[in-house]
C-alpha cells in the first residue's frame, strides 16, 4: 500500500468512531471473528483500547492485521484503525484505491 492511498484511508477513517473495544479479556477468537465480520462489511473500521486492557492500540493492531490480514493503516492514542478490501463486493461500492501494481483486478 502506498503512502497517499494510507493518507486517504486515514482520511476517511477520521469522522469514524470505534466499533470494536479491546477489554480486559483482550483477543480472543470470538473477538477476531466479530472484527472479521465488521471488515467484510465496512472495509475500513476504527477500533479502541479500554483502560482495563493488557494491550496496548499498536500491539492490538498488529495481532488483528496478522490474524485477519489486514493492513493497519493508523495507530494513535487508543485507537487504531484497519482495512481490509472485501474482494466479493462490487468495486465502485467498496473503497477503491488505484494501484498499477495490483494484478487481481
Do not use: C
Not at 56 to 78: H, Y
Request: a positive charge; proline letters at 2%; aromatic letters at 6%.
Amino acid at each position: 500500500m502506498t503512502s497517499k492511498q494510507r493518507a486517504f484511508l486515514r482520511k476517511k477513517a477520521n469522522k469514524l468512531e470505534p466499533v470494536y473495544h479491546v477489554g480486559k479479556n483482550g483477543i480472543d477468537r470470538v473477538f477476531i471473528e466479530g472484527v472479521a465480520q465488521a471488515l467484510e462489511a465496512r472495509e475500513l473500521i476504527k477500533l479502541a483500547i479500554q483502560d482495563s486492557s493488557l494491550l496496548n492500540a499498536r500491539e492490538a493492531a498488529g495481532i488483528l492485521a496478522g490474524e485477519l490480514d489486514a493492513e493497519p493503516i493508523q495507530v494513535i492514542g487508543k485507537r487504531f484503525v484497519l482495512y481490509k478490501r472485501n474482494k466479493e463486493t462490487d468495486r465502485f461500492k467498496s473503497i477503491w484505491l488505484k494501484n498499477k501494481e495490483r494484478t487481481d483486478e
